[in-house]
């Protein structure tokens, strides 16, 4: 087992298959040393994370939707890096989309969920830069949908 994959199953988390792209777009692209992952939603084991911040869901359940998107960019990294994730070399940024009302303020807490995350399972690489937007709505009404970029070896 990868040291990361060792440090991640310390957290409880195996890393999934990568999740297939729903639309005409590809699920990474790879520039030299540094992987651009496309958005990804929070899908748990009884489906898609649905609501919106603010209105039906509060930052808590935001913040672990988040945390379930980036499980999911890690799996698409390790399927960038043909299955070794220790190429990870760190998380450079992070873009997430939080489905909010127009009054909700709180996007950067929902998003820690999965800054945290990173932090937690990758130690000092996974500090990285960061934005996290409002949504008027997202994808199939998802919670959060995250982005990242990623350097590797």
Same mark, same amino acid.
């Given at each position: 087992?990868?040291?990361?994959?060792t440090? @991640?199953a310390?957290l409880?988390?195996t890393?999934?298959?990568? *999740?297939?792209?729903?639309? $005409?777009?590809?699920?990474?692209?790879?520039?030299?040393?540094?992987?651009?992952?496309?958005?990804?939603?929070?899908?748990?084991?009884?489906?898609?994370?649905?609501g919106?911040?603010?209105?039906?869901?509060?930052?808590?359940?935001?913040?672990?939707a988040?945390?379930?998107? %980036?499980?999911? @960019? @890690? &799996?698409?990294?390790?399927?960038?890096?043909?299955?070794d994730?220790?190429?990870?070399?760190?998380?450079?940024?992070?873009?997430?989309?939080? $489905?909010s009302?127009?009054d909700?303020?709180d996007?950067?807490?929902?998003? $820690?969920?999965?800054?945290?995350?990173?932090?937690?399972? @990758?130690?000092? &690489?996974?500090?990285?830069?960061?934005?996290?937007?409002? %949504?008027?709505?997202? *994808?199939f009404?998802?919670a959060?949908?995250?982005?990242?970029?990623?350097?590797?070896?």
């Amino acid at each position: 087992m990868s040291q990361i994959e060792t440090r @991640l199953a310390e957290l409880g988390v195996t890393l999934p298959d990568a *999740p297939a792209p729903a639309a $005409n777009y590809v699920p990474f692209v790879i520039a030299g040393d540094i992987v651009h992952v496309s958005g990804q939603i929070p899908i748990g084991p009884d489906g898609m994370i649905t609501g919106k911040l603010g209105a039906d869901m509060d930052v808590d359940a935001g913040a672990a939707a988040a945390r379930i998107c %980036a499980i999911s @960019l @890690l &799996a698409q990294v390790k399927a960038a890096c043909g299955g070794d994730i220790d190429r990870l070399v760190r998380v450079v940024k992070l873009v997430g989309f939080v $489905n909010s009302t127009a009054d909700f303020g709180d996007q950067p807490r929902v998003i $820690n969920g999965a800054s945290d995350f990173m932090v937690a399972a @990758l130690g000092d &690489a996974g500090r990285h830069a960061r934005s996290a937007v409002s %949504a008027a709505s997202l *994808p199939f009404g998802v919670a959060v949908e995250i982005e990242g970029v990623f350097q590797i070896k």
